[in-house]
């Protein structure tokens, strides 16, 4: 079956420093990928997403590249703010036949930025 | 167009108690979904549906019941709450027959049972 594993976490930066989060990924098919984010006491919101191998999904400055070779959906941004503060999820949706419309999450890592 | 909304935000029951949480969105999805958050468990999907009149179970159904009379709603039931179904409890909606399957999610119910 499907399944995504995300870094161990959680993750402590200061501000302006480089963010790596990793995610890797299990899948049958030809997955569609997201990164999902949770600030404190809301839902999930859409952060990005890529549906094929080499698409780069971006925004608000952070970034993920699909890579079918590494089966991996790694998100990054080059300098964060303590308005990151929040937990990442990766995610995918594989749309063949009972996997229809499903997401697989991963674990979630939680990301905390300090002045 | 308010998406996906919930109904409570904040519930305590007591054990054995029953009751229903709200979802609605008006997107015309087709899919919906409930999932639980626990701490270090990530998001587990409880039920979901693909269209009006059909659901299915996910991951984690016992204790749950759901339905989908119409397109907009898509409640979950808590037969006899137990202290094991504490938890947050999301809604979700999806168009994957649109191509584009990411999931729009609600505010979340934050539920005790004592």
């Known amino acids: 079956g499907n399944s995504v594993t995300q870094m161990e976490g959680p993750v402590t930066l200061s501000e302006e420093a480089f963010l790596t989060i990793n995610c890797t990924y299990t899948a049958t098919g030809y997955p569609s990928l997201f990164w999902y984010v949770q600030y404190p006491g809301e839902g999930l919101q859409l952060l990005l997403k890529a549906t094929k191998a080499d698409d780069k999904g971006s925004n608000k400055g952070f970034e993920a590249t699909y890579r079918k070779e590494t089966t991996s959906f790694h998100l990054e941004k080059g300098s964060v703010q303590v308005s990151d503060s929040a937990v990442y999820f990766c995610?995918?949706?594989?749309?063949?036949?009972?996997?229809?419309?499903?997401?697989?999450f991963g674990q979630g890592t939680i990301l905390t930025v300090h002045p | 167009n308010a998406g996906v909304t919930q109904t409570p935000k904040f519930q305590v029951l007591k054990t054995g108690q029953s009751m229903t949480l709200q979802c609605a969105q008006d997107m015309n999805h087709e899919y919906m979904s409930w999932y639980r958050q626990d701490p270090g468990m990530g998001l587990r999907l409880i039920h979901y549906?693909?269209?009006?009149?059909?659901?299915d179970q996910g991951e984690v159904p016992n204790g749950y019941n759901v339905s989908r009379s119409t397109t907009e709603d898509f409640p979950l039931r808590l037969l006899s709450a137990a202290p094991s179904q504490t938890s947050v409890y999301f809604c979700?909606?999806?168009?994957?027959?649109?191509?584009?399957?990411?999931?729009?999610f609600g505010p979340g119910t934050r539920l005790t049972v004592l």
């Open positions: 979700a909606s999806s168009y994957p027959s649109s191509g584009r399957n990411e999931q729009f």
């Open positions: 995610a995918l949706s594989d749309a063949g036949g009972t996997s229809y419309g499903k997401l697989t």
């Open positions: 549906s693909v269209g009006a009149g059909i659901t």
